[in-house]
């Protein structure tokens, strides 16, 4: 009892070890050894259906077929151990003893005999070792088929591992060479595996090469063919499956090298500036550190110190955006800080190439003359009330000479947080014009600061600005590309919006609004909305959110902008420019063109000019005489009226002798007692 208890759970443990090591088999070894056994449609069967058919065969289906005809193959294969003689006398004994049974099963014996001549072609471009391996396995399995399941498990078991160790040895070498798959993700068929083999078997010689090379063309054609057999059956599966699994470890490997090229070159060098984050600086107590300051520009992963003005420069400072998180900084803001002198073997920064080590920012002083600290509580500029200019910003200076300012004061007056138009046509004097208006504001409103922003204009006009107005400068002349136009003029209202929210009164003077459109229609991406004119639809926005920062804050600062559109040019594009931006000005002053070819100047339209809400900055006294003036200048021509103004202009030395002098003069019919207010 205890032996048989022992030798049932002895086999049970066979069959099992049997199973495992038939699942290690490929399915073309499966499928030879179901046809030694006498499977038939081995063709349409899977893998897992071949394992169970083979073990059924060998253990529990196999001495249904061996009582048939068991004690001749017993006494074929016994005798073929002794002798050849002892062969021949048993074997056909053996066969004219059966002949009615080895009649029953003729088909199925011939055709085994047939599938044997064609395995014992197959080594001639076969692998050999894997060959060899399945004909003993098949004569093994003929020659033990009379002798008891346990030895026959035993012995199939013991061949098919002896079948998947080379195998497995060869995935081992090939995986120490190449990098091993991840644990736990099964290969979705035996290609990516077999090509492992094949190239750790390359390795070990180079003079089997071409019967190797045969035998694994072989086995993978068996495999394919086994495999889109297996998807004829499932259904639903294209062939394209077996391209996607042929072809995802080449994908794989160009996958990691466009990992490892992204962000570099074709040169092989990373693109982009290459720049030291704040928080990787070290400094030592032997280290020199030096003073920096400049304007602070924002970019999307990183912000510079621009040590040189507006526009980018060799001797940037490079701010990680951490410091400016930390410290709440903003575009536009004035830096003073310290940066760590280059120690002895170290490069210094050179030049302004792509591969320039810009100097980081250790140490940070002071923000817009403020501690860092108090920087923080700063308002923003988005959230603060805008209102409408209330403060006059008077351009009559008593020591000058000049017209153009009192002719401005009386046709067009400016406050604190105007937003105004000079629209001229070309050499209508419109430059001339902005420096006596600045000039103008900077000797009656010292406190004002004062910026002149110059894009796509004439080197010389920058030089002649520069040396007759006393404020700050900032030009991208016409022979910079593009996108340095659009880069001073963000970097320039960013700057204006800090001091307002500091609470100084700025004045913003830019020539010209058309040009600086016509910057952003080069330099901005295309946006495929095109407007008549060739003028991109997205390429205004940013001009208008430059000309609409201009605004008189509720608490105290105010940002005046007064920006030049040219008209008249002959240009559709000029034209669209200047439609989009006609109605978001308060402000117009209009220049003509005819007076200006017969050399009048101020070549002012005077009933073409105009403040919106002018009585909010003027008197109720001064109100009255202007409409006077209006009326009686608005009954003349263009020509006729500004000779008129600049004729009565010059028999007095300021405006106030003038308006008394057309309050006396006017007749009463043009007394209005509600001047300023609407009906």
Known sequence: MTDTTESAQSTAGRSRGTAGALGAMRLA???????????????????????????????????????????????????????????????????????????????????????????????????????????TTATAVRAGTGTGDADRAARLAELAEAVAAPRERSSRRAGRGQGAPEAGAPEQNGEARRQRDGQGRDGQGQGDRPARDGGQQNRNQQSQQGAQQDRRQQGGTTFADDDDERGSRRRRGRERSRDRKRGSTRTGRVQGPDVQGLDDVEVREDDILLPVAGILDILDNYAFVRTSGYLPGPNDVYVSLNQVKKSGLRRGDAIVGAVRQPREGEQPQQGNSPRAKFNALVRLDAVNGMAPEEALGRPEFGKLTPLYPQERLRLENPAATRLTPRVIDIVAPIGKGQRGLIVSPPKAGKTIIMQQIANAITANNPEVHLMVVLVDERPEEVTDMERTVKGEVIASTFDRPASDHTIVAELAIERAKRLVE?????????????????????????????????????????????????????????????????????????????????????????????????????????????????????????????????????????????ELLLGKLKEHKTNVEFLLQVQKTTPGAFVDDNVGQTV
């Open 29 to 135: 070894e499966l499928q030879a050894l179901a046809t030694e056994l006498g499977v038939k449609g081995t063709s349409k069967m899977r893998k897992s259906d071949l394992v169970d058919t083979i073990s059924a065969r060998t253990g529990d289906g196999g001495p249904a077929r061996s009582g048939e005809n068991g004690s001749a193959r017993t006494a074929d294969s016994g005798p073929a151990r002794t002798g050849e003689a002892g062969t021949r006398t048993t074997g056909a004994t053996t066969r004219r003893d059966d002949a009615p049974a080895e009649t029953l099963d003729r088909p199925d014996t011939e055709a085994s005999v047939r599938r044997e001549r064609r395995t014992t072609e197959a080594p001639a471009t076969a692998n050999v070792p894997v060959a060899a391996a399945t004909t």
């Open 502 to 642: 500091l609470g100084q009164d700025v004045v913003v003077l830019l020539d010209s609004i058309t040009r600086l459109s016509r910057a952003y229609n080069l330099a901005a991406p295309a946006s495929g909305r095109i407007l008549s004119g060739g003028v991109d639809a997205a390429a205004l926005y940013p001009p208008k959110k430059f000309f609409g920062a201009a605004r008189n804050i509720e608490n105290g600062g105010s940002l005046t902008i007064l920006g030049s559109a040219l008209v008249e040019t002959g240009s559709k594009m000029d034209d669209i420019i200047f439609e989009e931006f006609k109605g978001t000005g308060n402000m117009e002053l209009r220049l003509s063109r005819s007076l200006a070819d017969k050399r009048i100047f101020p070549a002012v339209d005077v009933n073409a000019s105009g403040t919106r809400r002018e009585e909010i900055l003027m008197s109720g006294d001064e109100l009255k005489i202007v409409y006077k003036l209006r009326r009686v200048l608005g009954a003349l021509d263009q020509q006729q009226a500004i």
